[in-house]
């Protein structure tokens, strides 16, 4: 199975040497059955004069750092190592009553899962935009309201990938989804926003992730989009397989490629780092984020599986 290495650099330089505040990091993994941790490693440049670990509440990890002085350069390094095991694409398997939508959670997961069916994006002052992201969703639909689950959440990720345009965005924040929906364009956030909320539309329960994105080659050409910095995607959770990934920006189902560090219900609870500083708004220069995924040399080489494989098993 693959060993990953992944190294994450954040740099913000200022005109002057200014202070900081509380700055919270969000850059390590979360172990699990299908990645596990082997190393890693976190260097701050002032050194803070206390950083401490905490778990969020969705189970996160955070790093938390406080500062004393100034400086007119703060910088974040991580490196990870991990070995990540990765599923066929729609290999997950379903509750028979969970086969076609719509299907009913379980009472006893109801209270947990009902803040993942709950739209944000849905209020008074919005309908407008609400009504249309669940057109856009009820259009995976069979003419009976009714579709195959798998087949419904492939097709739906998969023309995220189709129709839409990846294209990187320097603002802060994340697109309203019925933007995203107009405009066919967005940032990894921005897809996933959109899919979390057009699935929450249908009465299903999705969160969002995240982490990072391993981009092979072929040929000399990245296979996939969003590499460079950090990734953003969605998990739906289905009876008997539990959560599950989809990656609207490369069309990606499961967990192929993906390195998840943080869930949450929406992307502000999972910034990858944040914090503050103390000094004139134009002491503020830049900030500079670079991200490298690679694949140890001598890891057992996985079998080539085409990311447009959902979207062909959907067509069958």
Known sequence: MPILTVDHVTTYRYRQPVGFGEH??????????????IEASLAITPEPHSLHWIHDVFGNCVAVARFRGRAAELRFSCRITLEHTSDPPLAFALAPRAARHPFAYDADEMPDLARYIERRHADRARAADARAVEAWAR????????ADTRALLAAMNAALRRDFTYAARIEKGVQEPAETLRLRRGTCRDFALLMIEAVRA??????????YLYVPERDGVAIHAGGGSTHAWVQVYLPGAGWVEFDP???????????????????????????SWIGRPEDFLDMNVVVRVTETPGAVERPAVPTQEAERLVAD
Do not use: C, E
């Open 24 to 37: 919270r990091i969000l850059f390590r993994p979360r172990d699990s059955w299908d990645q596990r941790l």
């Open 139 to 146: 259009s995976f639909l069979d003419p009976d309201g009714t």
């Open 202 to 211: 249908l009465g299903l329960a999705a969160r969002f992730v995240s982490g």
């Open 249 to 275: 920006t490369n069309g990606i189902v499961g967990n192929r490629d993906l390195i998840r560090v943080a869930v949450a219900r929406h992307p502000g609870q999972a910034v990858p780092l944040h914090g």
